[in-house]
């Protein structure tokens, strides 16, 4: 654990010590700032944060693979993996080190979109349900969305490459329902739970579904095995 | 870990292979280290020593063979060889984003050292390498000197029993490799060193033994004193004997004029290097012995490659180095 956490800590310093930090939060904001108040502005608007949680979640695509494109390929190009796998540190030490500095950030993050929660109490009287639920599900959702983005970083030595293929494997997954409904039968049914928009929508709506919860947490820790698996299996190539 | 006796095993290289692909980077590599050795793995450049060096680290695992360090399989008990070794590989690999003492803190908090003691000890390596006013500078910003002593300083930080430095005086300036010589050699003093490099001065300087590999095998391993000595005129001669290898090597090296004996591989027939003075003419000699004992003499040939060849394609110049 201690050397999770050494990698995680350094690698949360890393991001702070270069403009990716303050860029992928202010890009993040912006974005959602715009979809916040578009959502709230007419007339008879809610107070929810509903406006900008599917937004997110598709800004996600672009948004977690940039996050995650050095944490793996920067390290190939450097050379430090070879230092790093060489210290007395097991590789999912490594795969949960740098993982867990990528959620801080996406904690981080969020956390500052909170400034929307407190105007909607200020000017409102939101529900507190949905906004739970909502934050949750957007945690999960990023979490996943990270996982994949560290696991293509884990490909490549480039981290354009690492970067644009994160993106595909994303969006794949979130476009998964919108071919479920091209396709029927059976194709449609797996697609659909594959998809990782679908399994959001209960979340927006204020429902927090273990099923749903579960499907996040099992596709983050399958795509950080195979992150793991995939920095193991250099050494049998 | 206990002080060991002097001549105790750190290293045990044993026939090491390695294939990428279809292509053969290393073939039934051996040789041991012992504590308080320097030893050179000397070889011209593509001759295999790094791949040597990442399986011996456990950055790669071999095709097949073992590596021990310190007793510990690099492969089965992976993290406690891990943690007796100190690496610097080829490219120095270093967070161009930190700083020198914010890399030497992550590293040392990775091999598991103590808060207290890291503290302590960085201060030390710092003295060690000389990087006193680069202390708190990033490492982008350092010259390519610096940044080698940086990476050194990283490999003995844990006062590691193996310390592997691949080809540690490679592209910095001369002033700077003779320091960094200066200081593997006070290193070798408590730890036990391989070296790599393709410079055949540095060997001399540095080493009390030395591994000489080409194309992937291992050609000769002896001290660099013996070495020179066999440099000024060795004749080779390779042979397969189909007999007990316990009784070939011995009859072997009772011949007359013989100076060395070394088998290669564990196979049956066995095949069997023979070095000689220049001129001396063994075949016959060593065929008739052969064939007295009974034993089947299925070849007979002088050895492809002298070690003067091999030397050749060495760096014997220090101007060349890197």
Redesign the interface.
Known sequence: MRNTLAIAWKETKSYFGSPMAYVIGAVFLALTGYFFVSSISRPFAEATIRGWLLPATFFFVFWAPALTMRLFAEEQKLGTLELLLTAPVHDWEVVLGKFLASVAILVGTLSLTLYYVLLLFWFGDPDVGPLLSGYLGLLLYGSASLAIGLFASSLTSNQIVAAVVGSGLLLLMTLADQAAQIVGGIASRVLEQISLTAHFADFARGVIDTHNVVYYILVTVFVLFLTERNLDSRRWR | MAVGAADQVMVEVQNLTKY?GNFMAIEDVSFTVRRGDILGFLGPNGSGKTTTM?IA?????PTSGTVRIAGYDIQTQS??A??R?G?L?E????????TVE?YLE??G????MPKQRLRQRINEVIDIVKIHEYRSTHIGKLSKGYRQRTGLA?AILHEPEVLILDEPTIGIDPIQVVETRQLIRELGKEHTIILSTHILPEVSMVCNRVVIIHEGRVVAEDTPANLAERLKGTERIELEVRGPAREVMPLLRSLRGVMDVRRLGEGEPGTYIVESRRGADLREQIAQAIVSKGWGLLKLNPASISLEEIFLRLTVQEEEGG
């Open positions: 990428y990442r680290t456990g950055y790669l695992p993290l406690e891990r943690r070794i690496y590989p490219t120095v690999p270093l967070y161009t984003d930190m914010d992550f590293m908090t990775l091999r598991g990283q």
